[in-house]
């Protein structure tokens, strides 16, 4: 005779069943250029470079509704874009998240440097944050929320 099955008393987990999480795309805006782009490609991540996608000088309220569309993420140094109403309202009606590298006077390389070495935190937040956000980013690796919008 075989022996009895036990049951489990814990229950069935069964976030295992739900897969890994979708990939993240990063949209690098022009300010940024091509350098910090490369940088993240190089670290693992989803780049998309302006080139090909919005026309040089396109204005924000009209690329944020594409990158939304996309549900890419926003990389720039434009620390504006939280002030000025009309970036903001394009910002969340799109459901854009974005992350603005705060320190100034930085070089191309350090600013790629700075994203780099903030991927992992970064793609936690857009991971853990349901609505549109604007989120600072600096020189000494503080990934931190402005706001959350929506």
């Not at 075989?2 to 814990?10: C, E, N, V």
């Not at 204005?59 to 939304?68: K, N, S, V």
Request: charged content about 30%; overall charge positive; hydrophobic content about 40%.
């Amino acid at each position: 005779m075989g022996a009895r099955r036990l049951k489990s008393k814990t229950p069935f987990d069964t976030s295992s069943l739900e897969g890994p999480p979708e990939p993240l795309v990063f949209y690098i805006d022009e300010c940024l250029g091509k350098g910090v782009g490369e940088a993240l490609q190089q670290a693992g991540a989803d780049v998309r470079l302006p080139e090909g996608f919005v026309a040089r000088g396109t204005r924000d309220e009209e690329w944020l509704a594409r990158i939304g569309r996309q549900k890419w993420i926003v990389l720039t140094k434009d620390k504006n874009i939280r002030l000025h109403r009309y970036e903001r309202e394009a910002l969340i009606r799109a459901g854009v998240k974005a992350f603005v590298l705060t320190s100034g006077n930085l070089t191309g390389a350090e600013m790629a440097q700075v994203f780099v070495r903030n991927l992992v935190k970064m793609q936690r937040l857009v991971r853990e944050t349901d609505h549109a956000f604007i989120a600072k980013v600096t020189r000494a690796d503080v990934v931190m929320l402005y706001e959350r919008m929506g």
